[in-house]
Every structure is written in structure tokens, then in C-alpha cells.
Nanobody, 121 residues
Framework: QVHLVESGGGLVQAGANLTLSCTDSGTGNRAMGWFRQAPGKEREFVAAVNYIGGSATYADSVKGRFNVSKDNAKKTVYLQMASLQFEDTAVYYC????????????????WGQGTQVTVSS
């Protein structure tokens, strides 16, 4: 019965900030993370936290600009994106799996519908 719903995407100019959110309707806590996929490219790992909300992991391309956090009471994960660049343009997907984070999309069990982030140069 796990159901993930993400939101917060939009169209912004380079240098702007956006915060995405994703709520897990299932029972219990899971590791939650974010992936993104641009047209013609593979889905790639962005950031994630373990089931408690610590041990955050970031892709090298976003480290220092993005921050991922998890509110276990609300069962919601956030992705705070700063200094957005044109290269960040993609559909961003929320994902969930048990306990620990993983870098490959195939290792995640549940997925949201995606939210579009478009950054103009």
C-alpha cells in the first residue's frame, strides 16, 4: 500500500531555488531519495537519506547545492535545491526502499509520478 506523491517542480531561471517534497502513504519508515531523468538520458541518482533521515548521500553533480531531509512524523522527504543550473532540468522522481540508500534505480521498490523541474539559462 506504499504510495508516493511528489510536488514542487516548476520553471525557474538559472540561480534560483526550489524545494521538492514527497509524502509516503505506506506503513512504517523507509529510506527515501530522489532521482532525475532528462530526455534521452538514463534515470540518475540525485540524493537520499536512510529510513531514520540521517546518512544523507548526494551525487557529485549536486553536492554543495542540494540538501535532502526527511520528516519521519510526516513521512515526507524534501529536496532543497539551490543555485539551479540548466543542467538540472529533468523530471524528478521520489523513490523509497527499505532501510538504506542505494545508487541504482533498480534497487528502489517504490516510485512517485515525477515532477518537472525546468531551469532556463
Amino acid at each position: 500500500q506504499v504510495h508516493l506523491v511528489e510536488s514542487g517542480g516548476g520553471l525557474v531561471q538559472a540561480g534560483a531555488n526550489l524545494t521538492l517534497s514527497c509524502t509516503d502513504s505506506g506503513t512504517g519508515n523507509r529510506a527515501m531519495g530522489w532521482f532525475r531523468q532528462a530526455p534521452g538520458k538514463e534515470r540518475e541518482f540525485v540524493a537520499a537519506v536512510n529510513y531514520i533521515g540521517g546518512s544523507a548521500t548526494y551525487a557529485d553533480s549536486v553536492k554543495g547545492r542540494f540538501n535532502v531531509s526527511k520528516d519521519n512524523a510526516k513521512k515526507t522527504v524534501y529536496l532543497q535545491m539551490a543555485s539551479l543550473q540548466f543542467e538540472d532540468t529533468a523530471v524528478y522522481y521520489c523513490a523509497a526502499r527499505a532501510i538504506a540508500v542505494a545508487l541504482h534505480p533498480g534497487n528502489w521498490h517504490y516510485w512517485g509520478q515525477g515532477t518537472q523541474v525546468t531551469v532556463s539559462s
